[in-house]
């Protein structure tokens, strides 16, 4: 993984932030044009993950792989980004980090386990063993589970984060 403060604040004040973060690559004084060519650039590589909160950030949001917009400031903002955190803070983009990774899991086992229990289901019912109704019965029920099991994130309070309210 690559992290970059790219930004359009004054050296100074970059690299006093890039410090207490533990970022080694800044660049300071970017405009939009320059921001929009940096996350192009960093895309054909790898996918990538921009986090602005000003109108002048837009268009590397829309850049992006994935663009999280800080902050109440612009709709145009909102607009471009893919997710928008309503606080400054980065433990929120971490828990937003880890909440995309728990439900990317969770669907997957849904997807996967739903799709293995039906062609359990339709093995059975090709031998003659499961009645047609009794089949779509049973289909609901895979459903249902596949469905609980999508909502499992909903249940739990506690959010991980890495950076443990830093």
């Known amino acids: 993984n690559k992290i970059?403060?790219?930004s359009g604040d004054r050296e100074?004040?970059?690299t006093y932030l890039a410090e207490l973060l533990g970022i080694k690559e800044t660049l300071a004084s970017q405009?939009?044009?320059q921001k929009v060519a940096i996350v192009r650039a960093e895309t054909a590589s790898a996918p990538t993950l921009f986090m602005g909160d000003g109108i002048n950030d837009a268009p590397a949001l829309a850049s992006a792989t994935v663009?999280?917009?800080f902050g109440q400031h612009s709709s145009v903002t909102a607009e471009a980004a893919g997710a928008v955190i309503m606080e400054n803070s980065l433990v929120k983009v971490d828990e937003l980090i880890h909440i995309s990774a728990a439900m990317r899991r969770i669907a997957?086992?849904?997807a996967i386990g739903g799709m293995?229990?039906?062609?359990?289901?339709?093995?059975f019912a090709a031998g003659g063993y499961i009645?047609?109704?009794m089949g779509a019965l049973l289909q609901e029920g895979i459903d249902i589970l596949a469905i609980a099991n999508a909502l499992r994130l909903t249940w739990s309070r506690k959010i991980d984060t890495d950076l443990n309210g830093q």
Do not use: D, H
Request: aromatic share 0%; glycine share 8%.
């Open 31 to 33: 405009n939009p044009e």
């Open 116 to 123: 293995v229990l039906s062609i359990i289901a339709m093995g």
């Open 4 to 6: 970059m403060l790219v």
């Open 67 to 69: 663009g999280i917009a």
């Open 131 to 133: 009645t047609p109704v």
């Open 12 to 14: 100074s004040e970059v």
């Open 108 to 110: 997957l086992q849904s």
